[in-house]
């Protein structure tokens, strides 16, 4: 697992807090995540999602995941817990907009530590984002206690390919991402198995290269404009991030980075 120090919940939180956030839905959507709804679709068949079921959403952001979920699934209820507050209450008030809010509450916390009762949950989810979370241990732990024995874990997450990073590109990706720390998905499995659970699914998605590639052309191609005035038309802070992001897009094509797919039942 890759560390980086002076990248914390603080620098997270100013991201989502900020245009930074804009920006990247500007470009990936309400589903701020690699693949948007094709990768929630594989995800939820792979854990056998059921109608009726109840969940967590961990780090959930504006809770697009959770509104996939009650909507195309029929989930009955879910419960996000994030720990940006304007996150939250752009979620709440797309819930209202889009009909589904008696079906989804937010808690502001710690994805780590929610207090939320144990094995309440029939599921537990997650989206590309718990590589914000700096102990993936206690994270991991934190969701097996929420779910049910028999419940199901299964989460989406940007993580180390089979091809190790150096030193020097993990830095500058997880300094770029603000990623406190990147899991390789093998170290993801160890943590589920210590915790006793059976893994179903662990897998990269492949979806990563053409999506970084569509990102990358519509910045340069269609949303240039848009995306300037977000950053207050700072042409030389959108040619520096658009250098980074030409820079992930290089690991995600030697596979150092992928969208990992992982799905694991509490025994």
């Known amino acids: 697992m890759k560390r980086i ?3 914390g919940l603080p620098q997270v939180q100013a991201v989502y807090g900020g245009p930074e956030a804009d920006l990247w839905e500007l470009v990936m959507g309400q589903q701020i995540h690699v693949g948007g709804m094709q990768s929630s679709r594989a995800l939820a068949a792979a854990a056998e999602v059921r109608p009726g079921w109840r969940g967590v959403d961990l780090c959930c952001c504006t809770g697009a995941g959770m509104r996939f ?4 699934c029929g989930v009955a209820h879910m419960t996000g817990v994030d720990a940006t507050p ?4 752009r979620g709440r008030q797309r819930n209202q907009s889009e009909g589904v809010g008696d079906k989804i509450e937010f808690v502001l916390g710690d994805a780590s530590a929610t ?33 049910r024995g028999g419940g199901t874990i299964a989460f989406t997450d940007w993580t180390e390919g ?15 991402m603000k990623f406190p720390t990147i899991a390789a998905m093998s170290d993801y499995v160890d943590l589920f198995q210590s915790n006793h659970c059976r893994i179903v699914a662990a897998e990269d998605t492949q979806r990563f290269p053409a999506a970084i590639d569509l990102y ?30 030409q820079f ?5 094509r030697e596979r150092k980075l992928v969208q ?4 694991a039942r509490k025994r």
Do not use: H
Request: net charge negative; with cysteine.
């Open 162 to 176: 089979t091809t190790p990073m150096s030193a020097p590109e993990a830095s500058r990706l997880l300094r770029f």
């Open 86 to 89: 304007r996150m939250i209450e």
């Open 5 to 7: 120090e002076g990248v």
């Open 216 to 245: 990358l052309a519509m910045l340069d191609q269609q949303l240039t404009y848009d995306a300037l005035k977000i950053i207050g038309f700072d042409a030389n802070l959108m040619q520096t991030m658009a250098g980074e992001m």
């Open 115 to 147: 207090k939320l009762p144990d094995g309440a949950a029939d599921f537990v989810w997650g989206e590309d984002a718990w590589c914000y979370v700096a102990d993936k241990r206690a994270l991991v732990g934190e969701a097996v206690r929420l779910v």
């Open 260 to 263: 990992g797919m992982l799905v």
């Open 248 to 252: 992930m897009q290089g690991l995600v």
């Open 69 to 72: 979920l009650v909507r195309f």
